[in-house]
């Protein structure tokens, strides 16, 4: 009881420290030097108002805000919150919690801030003590880091789809090396009865059309063939031109508008690949026609240009080609998800949402970049930064392989490695139909067997991925016994894989699945040719 007595405030001393102007002075100095604005607002005007609350507003001076009422600077939110709490609890000061506000500036101009309020009744007016916090920046660095959270999520996203792309369309290829090549052999076989014909060419088709989406799932995978090559950007724009305007067909229209000359390090057939599927969606978005504008230049980036979910692109000099539509366009939703498999926003049966994913994984793959820029009604434009080359020497257009070698297959020994009995047997009566002498083996252990048996064959067909020894490993060992073997791959995946798995052999050629029996065999026999002219 002492104890609380001697706590309880001595009346007479409380009116003596009141009077202390030296203790007045230091709270004065303390709101006056506080960090957030704070206002005392007494039910009409402004009547206190601390340096921080002048520069928030954007004031010169004091004057600027004492004397005006409160909702020259406040929105109703706050000016809400604290009638309520004083509904809520009479005239008693408590705190209402902060709340979010905009505060108009002198200026007309807004900033985000957070109003913490003591309400209180004076002469029967809802009056308050204000602190007034400027939150712009918090907001900004809340809103950065959840964007960098989308971005990752979106990154990891793409991440696992694309392995799982990758993985399915790996094994689909399989499966229709299988379906392409027993329909081929349905189709030459004489003994067919002409009426069911027309039902094996409608399964081919439809393998057909599957090889297709595999080939777009595997592009996406970043696991489709790529073979960089020094190329004249322009060069290559000016080849793909008129399959673009045949694509783009009546009542649009093309222009084509090349730079200075530019090299690049990319994949021919890759980026064709992204022209083509660029224009066919550009044809889309212009349906009562339009006009579709590719550029080409050498362009420097600097001040960190982000392109799709965040990716920073390095500030440099890079080929640059950018296909501008004046279609439809999209809005910021369709934009975040256009390069993702499977999107699209056509009807059923007209698009597949697969062309702008294939786009962007042949991009990665290229170590290029992509940015869109699109509003509705505004038309598109995406630009493709390509990385330029270090060699000045434009390579070559890739020649066809040549018909077939001279002389005749027979006497010709191939060994043919797969472990998918069904995809073997397809690629041994495909070769066998061509009139080579075939050998074949399940694995690599067994083809190792067979050349012990048999002896040097004059070309081995072998697939990557097997159990045991696998394609890359069998390569190496009969290349250790015949250094000038021809070594022909057959996979589902792309040369850089085939670095991945320690195959640093540029010289190897790969045919890729899902195999045809006909182009096989133009492979087989390209390989063979070029054996002979060596
Ligand atoms: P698909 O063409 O099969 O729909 P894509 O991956 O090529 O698949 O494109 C995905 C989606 O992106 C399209 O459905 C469309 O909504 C949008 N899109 C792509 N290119 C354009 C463009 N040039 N103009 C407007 N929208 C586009
Ligand atoms: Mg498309």
Known sequence: MTERGEKREDPERRTAIRRSTNRDERYERLVELAPD???????????????????????????????????????????????????????QAGLVPPVRDVLCRLDGS???????????????????????RDITERLAAQAAARQAEEFLQQAQKMEAVGALAGGVAHEVNNMMSVVLGFGTFLLRDPAMPEAR???????????????????????????????PKVLDLNALVREVEPVVRRLLGEGRQLTVALGGPCRVWVDRGQLEQVVVNLALNARHAMPSGGTLTITTAEAALEGGVSGYAGVSIPDGRYGLIAVRDTGVGMDAATQARIFEPFFTTKPAGEGTGLGLAAVYGIMEQNKGYIVVASAPGRGTTFRLYLPLSPDATVSERMEEPPPSAAGTPAGVTLLVVEDEPAVRAVVVRSLEGGGFHVLQASDGAMALQVVDREGRPD????????????????????????????????????????????????????????????????????????????
Not at 117 to 132: E, K, M, T
Not at 197 to 205: E, G
Not at 206 to 219: C, F, K, Q, S, Y
Not at 468 to 497: C, Q
Request: with cysteine; hydrophobic share 45%; proline share 5%.
């Open 37 to 91: 604005g704070i206002l005392i607002h007494d039910g009409e005007q402004i009547v206190v108002a601390n340096a921080a609350a002048v520069r928030l507003v954007g004031a010169d001076h004091r004057d600027q805000l004492i004397g005006r009422p409160i909702d020259a600077f406040f929105h109703p939110p706050y000016l809400r919150a604290v009638e309520e709490q004083l509904v809520r609890s009479g005239d």
């Open 197 to 227: 014909l027309p039902d094996v060419r409608q399964i081919m088709k439809a393998a057909d059309r599957a090889a297709v989406v595999t080939g777009e799932l595997l592009a996406f995978s970043r696991r489709a063939f790529h073979k």
């Open 110 to 132: 807004e900033i985000e801030v957070e109003v913490t309020a003591i309400p209180f009744v004076d002469r029967g007016r809802a009056s308050a003590h204000l602190v007034v």
């Open 459 to 534: 070309l081995v067909l072998t697939d990557l991925m097997m159990p045991g020894i696998g394609g890359t490993e069998l390569a190496r060992r009969l290349k250790a016994r015949w250094p000038d073997l021809s070594i022909l791959y057959m996979s589902g995946y792309s040369a850089e894989d085939l670095r991945r798995q320690g195959a640093a052999d540029p010289e190897c050629v790969t045919i890729q699945k899902p195999l045809r029996p006909e182009s096989l065999l133009r492979s087989v026999n390209a390989a063979l040719a070029a054996r002979t002219s060596k």
